[in-house]
């Protein structure tokens, strides 16, 4: 597997603003119900007695910080217990949370925050909290944020106003902005878990002031009026993803969400939903060879391969096939993009006769000068799910006259031979970021593409990129050249109790979105 770290606002002249009036009288209330709470010292919170509602799975050996927590089950809990200034939903469209406001000017990003809003034991919420999670998630050791705030070089407040300097224009720069704020306190104590302002908050032991680790409590002082109809979660230590899937299926665990990073649970006896992940698997390339060279060739490779048809034979049904070079179900591209998963066969053998390629007794195709579409595909050892697309793939091809072998290799000479270029085609995935930036897949020097540079691809890129262009003609000039064959995407998974009620769509970077519409019914 090739990884790389890149990932509904109306965008007018490189900027974009969004204020939520709805949000005017809520914060007012929030500003008159807190402001004489805030001395909090010696509260008893008894959420840790009586029974939970929920029971969820976490990592006991580590503090649960969302800026040094390495399991993915400790990072998930941490998304109940931390807020962020935006998040996606799950059509990968932007949603204020935090945020009141936000302008993107060139390399400025300037953020209102919501006035109101107050920590879980609180202190109010300020810019200088904003600044300070920004330093931890983009300075800490180890951070899952640090990569995706590698644009941003410096981050200032002045008054309810958070403004972020960036290297480069990305009028997608705003998206980013998702990483937990935690409430600055130099005094805290850096071996228990940060303070957050998230639907749900630490129990306290008997003595007012010692978290309990594993039992969450609902935040009666969240920011969103919608009441949290789940009162108390308990977490519970499990060792490895099948022993909680078999959990939730006796109703021990309630709920899982799992990128299927390591694989598909088989057999699940519980309620399941497919999660919509931003992880585009596609076939590299290598446009130096002649035959490959040939806008035709490519078009052709790209017209005879059914996208759905890859999603169902290599992931099981765990992926979406694609329709362009971004996923089908971001709307703000999907209108678009010409494709819709099916192939189109006859549109491929036009293409290839347009460029003078015959069938001949072995069933390839050649050209005039004895050119075989024949090619060598590069796919990772070891990943059967990539495997079995790739002789899907295989297959799809050969029904058009192309001849595709495929070479097993490990991950990491896969990607030691992508980046020399030594390599006709390979499979792998790619790790989209918020900011949906894809250019690294045809910028040459990056690894991961090799040929001729895709002139007017990387035009109209760098033209919608610094908000000068339309991302209507980025995606035409991709659809022409073809610098790589998008696939599908791959799609994770929840499971979840049968007595959990109400659980809608999540996503990726929430898993736990609109959980205030979760209830649990309870059977005598």
Same mark, same amino acid.
């Given at each position: ?182 409430? =600055?306190?130099? !005094?805290? &104590? ?6 957050? /302002? *998230?639907?749900?908050?630490? @129990? $306290? ?97 790209? =017209?005879?391969? !059914?996208? &759905? ?6 992931? /099981? *049904?765990?992926?979406?096939? @694609? $329709? ?201």
């Amino acid at each position: 597997m090739l990884m790389s770290c890149a990932v509904f606002l109306s965008v007018l002249s490189g900027c974009m603003e969004k204020v939520d009036d709805d949000w005017q009288s809520a914060d007012e209330l929030r500003a008159q119900l807190y402001h004489a709470s805030l001395d909090t010292d010696n509260e008893i919170d008894l959420g840790d007695n009586g029974e939970a509602d929920m029971v969820l799975a976490y990592s006991a050996d580590e503090i649960i910080n969302p800026y040094t927590c390495k399991s993915t089950l400790t990072q998930n809990i941490c998304y109940l217990l931390y807020d962020s200034m935006i998040e996606l939903t799950p059509d990968f469209d932007v949603e204020y949370v935090i945020a009141k406001s936000i302008t993107v000017d060139h390399t400025i990003v300037k953020v209102q925050i919501r006035s109101g809003i107050v920590f879980s034991d609180g202190s109010p919420l300020t810019a200088e909290d904003i600044s300070y999670s920004y330093y931890m998630a983009a300075k800490t050791k180890g951070s899952i944020y640090k990569d995706k705030l590698s644009n941003v070089t410096n981050c200032s407040v002045k008054g309810m106003t958070v403004t972020f300097m960036m290297k480069e224009e990305n009028i997608n720069a705003y998206r980013m902005l998702d990483f937990p704020i935690i409430h =600055y306190d130099p !005094s805290a &104590n850096k071996e228990l878990p940060p303070t957050g /302002s *998230g639907r749900y908050k630490f @129990a $306290t032991l008997s003595d007012g002031v010692t978290p309990n680790t594993t039992r969450l409590v609902k935040n009666d002082r969240w920011y969103n009026p919608e009441k949290v109809k789940i009162e108390k979660i308990s977490l519970r230590e499990m060792p490895s993803v099948e022993s909680i899937v078999h959990s939730i299926e006796i109703g021990t665990l309630s709920y899982m969400y799992s990128d299927m990073r390591d694989g598909t649970p088989q057999n699940v006896n519980a309620d399941y939903q497919k999660v919509d992940i931003n992880n585009l698997v596609y076939m590299g390339v290598n446009t130096n060879d002649t035959a490959l060279a040939d806008e035709n060739v490519r078009r052709a490779m790209s =017209y005879a391969i !059914s996208t &759905n048809d890859v999603a169902s034979v290599g992931f /099981s *049904g765990m992926a979406l096939g @694609a $329709t362009g070079p971004f996923t089908p179900n971001w709307s703000e591209a999907a209108k678009y993009q010409s494709g819709n998963g099916r192939s189109r066969k006859n549109a491929a053998i036009e293409c290839l006769e347009q460029s003078g390629y015959v069938i001949i007794n072995n069933g390839v195709r050649e050209d005039q000068s004895g050119k075989q579409l024949s090619f060598n595909m590069l796919v990772s050892r070891g990943n059967s799910r990539h495997l079995a697309a790739a002789e899907n793939i295989s297959s799809q091809l050969a029904e058009v006259g192309i001849n595709v072998e495929i070479t097993e290799i490990s991950a990491e000479g896969l990607i030691a031979r992508a980046g020399k270029g030594q390599y006709h085609l390979y499979l792998a995935e790619y790790s989209i970021l918020n900011d949906m930036d894809i250019g690294d897949l045809f910028t040459l020097g990056e690894g991961l593409y090799n040929g001729p540079k895709p002139y007017d691809c990387i035009k109209s890129y760098g033209s919608y990129i610094r908000g000068t262009g339309e991302l209507e003609d980025f995606i035409t000039a991709f659809e022409n050249e073809l610098p790589f064959i998008p696939l599908c995407y791959r799609m994770g998974i929840i499971v979840y109790t049968r007595s959990l009620e109400g659980v809608g769509r999540v996503s990726e970077n929430q898993p736990f979105y609109n959980m205030q519409n979760w209830y649990v019914t309870h059977t005598d």
